[in-house]
């Protein structure tokens, strides 16, 4: 168990719809990632948060968005969904921004979203 | 450009044997960290192994080694004493530093399967 917990594990809907993928890092962690994970493209980075502010940005589709609450837990938001938005989308933590050394990211367990 | 390359889609191995999985990389950055991740059919990405660009000896996990060849930027996996549960994904993914973050730039992985 990573410490990183992501809700819901599964996610089924229909194109056109928008859903909201929910992160909690892991306790002190103050950077949170999204990745993207699918057959076609690979794992890619979407997305990075700071404690609150957004730090850089991957190949996130302006579909997507997120944001980091004050209490560090994370969201991200998919909206007109299509067919090939169907993905295992990874949050992960990490301590700090990441000013070199180790700094490893935890990985939480996935949202499986399937687009019918 | 890809930045890293992982050329072997998939690998066997007799249980108890070592095997060893390629990556190789491209970066300017003279500061970056190369990481391994084993992803399970179960979905989980669960971190192996750490290398820095500074580190001058080869990084040690339990049964898992990198061969760290800088000047070849390759970052090869050392697997020893194969196990059936070492079957699954294994990716290579690198963090520098461009841009200010420090997100992980994965290759396409590498698909082990230990045969008893």
């Known amino acids: 168990d990573s410490g990183v917990t992501q809700t819901p594990k599964h996610l089924i809907t229909a194109t056109g719809q928008r859903v909201t993928l929910r992160c909690s890092p892991r306790?002190?962690?103050?950077?949170v990632y999204w990745y993207q994970q699918s057959l076609d493209q690979g794992l890619q980075f979407l997305i990075q948060?700071?404690?609150?502010?957004?730090?850089a940005k991957g190949n996130i589709l302006e579909r997507f968005s997120a944001q980091q609450f004050p209490d560090l837990h994370s969201e991200l938001n998919l909206s007109s969904l299509e067919l090939g938005d169907s993905a295992l989308y990874f949050c992960?933590?990490?301590?700090?921004?990441?000013?070199?050394?180790?700094?490893?990211?935890?990985f939480g367990p996935g949202t499986r979203l399937t687009v019918l | 450009a890809q930045k890293i390359t992982q050329t072997q889609p998939g690998m066997f191995v007799q249980e108890k044997e070592a095997v060893t999985l390629d990556c190789t990389y491209d970066?300017?950055?003279?500061?970056?960290?190369l990481f391994w991740y084993k992803q399970p059919s179960s979905g989980e990405m669960i971190f192996l192994i750490y290398?820095?660009?500074?580190?001058?000896q080869n990084a040690t996990e339990g049964r898992y080694s990198l061969n760290f060849q800088k000047a070849r930027k390759s970052a090869n996996l050392v697997i020893s004493a194969s196990q059936l549960g070492d079957s699954a994904m294994y990716f290579c993914?690198?963090?520098?530093?461009?841009?200010?973050?420090?997100?992980?730039?994965f290759g396409k992985g590498t698909k082990l399967s230990v045969i008893p």
């Open positions: 992960a933590s990490s301590t700090h921004l990441g000013t070199g050394g180790y700094n490893e990211q935890f």
């Open positions: 306790s002190g962690d103050l950077s």
């Open positions: 948060y700071y404690n609150g502010e957004e730090r």
């Open positions: 970066t300017s950055d003279p500061s970056y960290g």
């Open positions: 290398q820095g660009s500074y580190d001058q």
């Open positions: 993914a690198m963090r520098d530093s461009g841009a200010g973050s420090y997100q992980l730039t």
